[in-house]
């Protein structure tokens, strides 16, 4: 399994942006999939993840504001961002979850100004 990420880039606050990331190598439909980030100097951290049957889980920091959503037709889950404010300047990953064996895909670099 795959995953490519993209979307990322410099925006100001109060902009939105979305990220996609499309799976390779296997049909998403009983794949977990989620977005983490890692900010510099921190830890990564789950963002949102969204379940095989379609449930959405967010990290209390971004309810409201992002949108994880997935489309099995097009392998590809995406992290809609809205209002974003500088500490959500990250990089993010996207995964998959299946089984107990996870998958990572590399990072795109979200860098949200003031």
């Known amino acids: 399994v795959q995953l490519q990420a993209s979307g990322g880039g410099l925006v100001q606050a109060g902009d939105s942006r979305r990220l996609s990331c499309v799976v390779s190598g296997r049909t998403l439909n009983d794949l977990s999939l989620g977005w983490f980030r890692q900010a510099s100097g921190k830890q990564r951290e789950l963002v949102a993840q969204?379940?095989?049957?379609?449930?959405?889980n967010y990290q209390d920091s971004v309810k409201g504001r992002f949108t994880i959503s997935r489309d099995n037709a097009k392998n590809t889950v995406y992290l809609q961002m809205n209002s974003l404010k500088p500490e959500d300047t990250a990089v993010y990953f996207c995964n998959a979850l299946r089984l107990g064996s996870v998958y990572w895909g590399q990072g795109t670099l979200v860098t949200v100004s003031s």
């Open positions: 969204i379940s095989s049957g379609g449930t959405p």
